[in-house]
């Protein structure tokens, strides 16, 4: 089963930031918070990852509160093109990285 | 660097018949991961070899086979598929630093008639 809880569907204005919750409250010392989002019928494309620190790259930002038990995904200027359904996945090296998905978070871009 | 690509992009078969699915990671990337995803089941993982050698496997019936080849291509195959395998399936390669992130090809459409 997945480790991880998303709400199934969000919505957002396209130019505003969206950000997506997920929670993963029984997550290991040793666990990375992994992001991928899949837009129909396509692969499923990574975005972002971390372990304890907020991070950031050209994508998006990753917030991940202090206790690690949840965290989120902010893609700071939306585009209709970021219409997909995102995941929110937890691993580690003791599964060797095994990435057990979640329904994730439909996600839609309103003009 | 090109992406990880898999072939065919889409394929029909009947009931019974068996198929070979074909994936090339990433120059570099050693570890090939398949996933099956399907409407009702989403994405599942198959299993994920390294090196040659199978390293994990998910909970799919012995139908469901795979090898890795030296030069880390990997295949994929089913036998005697039935229905229910009508699904895309996914290759996904990944490095072996410690975070192992995976990328994943455009995947292979099934149709099993």
């Given amino acids: 089963d997945a480790k991880t809880t998303q709400p199934p569907s969000m919505d957002c204005a396209e130019g505003r930031a969206a950000n997506l919750p997920c929670n993963h409250s029984t997550i290991s010392g040793n ?12 692969g499923p494309q990574y ?45 580690s090296m003791d599964s060797n990285y095994q990435l057990i998905w979640g329904a994730g978070t439909k996600l839609i871009i309103k003009p | 660097k090109a992406g990880v690509t898999q072939t ?36 599942q993982f198959l299993f994920e070899y390294f090196s040659e050698t199978q390293r994990n496997k998910g909970n799919f019936p012995g139908r469901f086979s795979g090898r890795q080849f030296s030069n880390s291509r990997s295949e994929m195959n089913v036998s005697t598929l039935e229905l229910g395998d009508s699904a895309l399936y996914l290759c996904a390669s990944s490095t072996i630093d410690s975070t192992d992130t995976q990328y994943f090809g455009p995947g292979t459409r099934l149709t099993v008639l």
């Fill in chain 2, 8 to 43: 065919p992009r889409y394929l029909i078969k009947t009931r019974g018949q068996q198929v070979t699915l074909s994936c090339s990671p990433i120059s570099g990337h050693r570890s090939v991961s398949w996933y099956q995803q399907t409407p009702g089941q989403g994405l």
């Fill in chain 1, 47 to 91: 975005i972002i990852h971390g372990l304890k620190n907020n991070e950031t790259n050209e994508m998006a930002s990753l917030i991940i509160t202090e206790d690690r038990k949840s965290s989120t995904l902010i893609l700071p200027h939306a585009t209709l093109r970021d219409t997909a359904v995102y995941y929110c996945i937890v691993a």
């Fill in chain 1, 31 to 42: 666990e990375y918070v992994y992001w991928y989002r899949q837009i129909h019928s396509q």
